[in-house]
């Protein structure tokens, strides 16, 4: 079975210097039908101007996943990690037994677009941690990466959480072939581009939640799609 969640239908916040799409419930935005998905809590489509960003704030027990589409996200936090993310690169920051941090727009000029994801851990009160790594388009291109994962195999960097974290770019007509493995959900992100998700057309910020089902074919429907799939415990 698949459900779709259009991009539309999400829920937003505007402040003049973020306007924010909230797939699932969070901040001022609630909906009872979209608390989230399995063990997936949180993504946000957060568009910052430049210069501006969230000033430091404390988080407890999350698995925290910046992935940046354009432009560039500064990060700090209590632990001693200074750092900047940009596009290909994938960060995760565990909020575990407490943290405080800040993100930024890293530019005076330009805009970032990034996706903020929050995913609930297997395990509370766990010592706090950070870690980046980047990955370049050609491995993503007609394909779909391991970028997050609870053991950290293939590079990938390592998810408090029984899940496995994919990003792909595809171009029209690349096709892409995905078996689930049984007692798993999936959720499928869509964040630039079009593709097609077993013959339902999705656009960019439209999701789609994945249960009962034994495969996935993904056909690229633009020039450049970017996904995420999030293969989880069901």
């Given at each position: 079975?698949?459900?779709?969640?259009?991009?539309?239908?999400?829920?937003?916040a505007?402040?003049?210097?973020?306007?924010?799409?909230?797939?699932?419930?969070?901040?001022?935005?609630y909906?009872?039908?979209?608390?989230?998905?399995?063990?997936l809590?949180?993504?946000?489509?957060?568009?910052?101007?430049?210069?501006?960003?969230?000033?430091?704030?404390?988080?407890?027990?999350?698995?925290?996943?910046?992935?940046?589409?354009?432009?560039?996200?500064?990060?700090?936090?209590?632990?001693?990690?200074?750092?900047?993310?940009?596009?290909?690169?994938?960060?995760?920051m565990?909020?575990?037994?407490?943290?405080?941090?800040?993100?930024?727009?890293?530019?005076?000029?330009?805009?970032?677009?990034?996706?903020?994801?929050?995913?609930?851990?297997?395990?509370?009160?766990?010592?706090?941690?950070?870690?980046?790594?980047?990955?370049?388009?050609?491995?993503?291109?007609g394909?779909?990466?391991?970028v997050?994962?609870?053991?950290?195999?293939?590079?990938?960097?390592?998810?408090?959480?029984?899940?496995?974290?994919?990003?792909?770019?595809?171009?029209?007509?690349?096709?892409?072939?995905?078996?689930?493995?049984?007692?798993?959900?999936?959720?499928?992100?869509?964040?630039?581009?079009?593709?097609?998700?077993?013959?339902?057309?999705?656009?960019?910020?439209?999701?789609?939640?994945?249960?009962?089902?034994s495969?996935?074919?993904?056909?690229?429907?633009?020039?450049?799609?970017?996904?995420?799939?999030?293969?989880?415990?069901?």
């Amino acid at each position: 079975m698949i459900t779709l969640r259009p991009a539309q239908a999400r829920g937003t916040a505007n402040f003049g210097w973020l306007d924010s799409r909230h797939t699932f419930s969070f901040g001022e935005y609630y909906d009872p039908n979209h608390i989230g998905f399995a063990d997936l809590r949180v993504i946000n489509e957060d568009k910052v101007t430049a210069g501006q960003g969230f000033g430091t704030h404390g988080h407890r027990d999350m698995e925290i996943i910046s992935y940046v589409l354009e432009g560039a996200l500064e990060h700090k936090d209590s632990i001693g990690t200074g750092s900047v993310i940009h596009p290909g690169d994938v960060q995760r920051m565990s909020a575990g037994k407490g943290i405080y941090h800040s993100e930024f727009n890293a530019s005076k000029t330009d805009p970032v677009h990034f996706l903020q994801i929050w995913i609930l851990p297997e395990q509370k009160g766990i010592d706090p941690g950070y870690e980046q790594k980047h990955f370049t388009d050609a491995e993503k291109l007609g394909k779909l990466r391991l970028v997050g994962s609870r053991d950290g195999r293939d590079g990938s960097v390592t998810i408090h959480q029984n899940v496995d974290l994919y990003a792909g770019l595809l171009q029209d007509g690349d096709t892409v072939n995905y078996a689930i493995a049984p007692n798993r959900s999936i959720w499928l992100q869509v964040a630039r581009g079009s593709v097609q998700l077993n013959g339902q057309t999705l656009t960019a910020g439209d999701g789609a939640a994945i249960a009962q089902e034994s495969a996935l074919t993904l056909v690229g429907n633009s020039e450049k799609a970017e996904v995420l799939l999030f293969d989880m415990a069901a």
